[in-house]
């Protein structure tokens, strides 16, 4: 079972409303993300963080910010939401494999979502 | 440009069939490639990880190959069941450590009817 938790799962809001979605793991992991995904298309990395007080952009431009203030805690928000932020928002964390063949691979666990939709 | 390309893009199958999902990738240079299987709904579980040395990885019902000279990878599904269907996605990432960089796949759909 996951032990990376996502809230809410679903979000129905009006335009201009900010919102924060949660993301919680209790592994330790010091890399977390967010991503992005649409029905049908590739998963597209928005934020990631190395480790505490630790935020980059990723691949694709979001008008959505992070923060890293604890180890297990990863919320990202959106100060006045549009109907184009209407998506799926995955976070995910990682560890190092350290041993035998994998050692060095990057290995992701994923919460369950939020799907968020603004009209 | 450091591509991942899955086919095909959506597969329904019959309870009980096989079925081969196919990625290629243009990822250079490669680390390792992974499977990943998505419920609707949910967030992607990984199946599987290969690196260069590896041709072959099982994991119950499911069997992933590596050609690192083609370039191409492939999940089997043996003997399928209803709760496979979901979207497969390959990811290939270009180094190992945290600092890889990873690349996703569009997913195969896949639907398993009874």
């Known amino acids: 079972e996951a032990d990376i938790y996502q809230t809410p799962r679903y979000l129905v809001i009006g335009t201009g409303k900010k919102i924060t979605l949660e993301c919680s793991q209790t592994m330790g992991h010091d890399k977390m993300y967010w991503y992005q995904q649409d029905p049908g298309m590739e998963l597209h990395l928005i934020h990631y963080s190395y480790g505490v007080n630790s935020t980059e952009k990723g691949d694709l431009s979001s008008e959505s910010t992070v923060s890293r203030i604890r180890t297990e805690h990863f919320p990202l928000t959106l100060e006045s939401a549009r109907p184009s932020h209407t998506s799926q928002y995955l976070c995910?964390?990682?560890?190092?494999?350290?041993?035998?063949?994998?050692?060095?691979?990057?290995?992701?666990?994923f919460g369950a979502g939020s799907r968020l939709t603004v009209l | 440009k450091n591509q991942v390309e899955q086919s095909p893009q959506s597969l329904i199958i019959l309870e009980g069939k096989n079925c081969t999902l196919q990625?290629?990738?243009?990822?250079?240079?490669?680390?390792?490639l992974r499977w990943y299987k998505q419920d609707t709904g949910r967030g992607p579980v990984s199946l599987t990880i290969m690196t260069f040395s590896e041709n072959t990885k099982s994991n119950g019902r499911y069997t992933a190959t590596l050609d690192a000279d083609t370039k191409q990878s492939s999940l089997h599904i043996t003997a399928s069941q209803l709760s496979d269907s979901a979207s497969y996605i390959c990811?290939?990432?270009?180094?190992?450590?945290?600092?890889?960089?990873?690349?996703f796949g569009r997913g195969t759909q896949l639907t398993v009817w009874p």
């Open positions: 990625c290629n990738y243009t990822v250079s240079p490669f680390s390792n």
């Open positions: 990811v290939v990432s270009d180094r190992g450590s945290t600092l890889g960089r990873l690349y």
């Open positions: 995910a964390s990682s560890s190092i494999e350290g041993r035998g063949p994998h050692s060095g691979a990057n290995v992701l666990t």
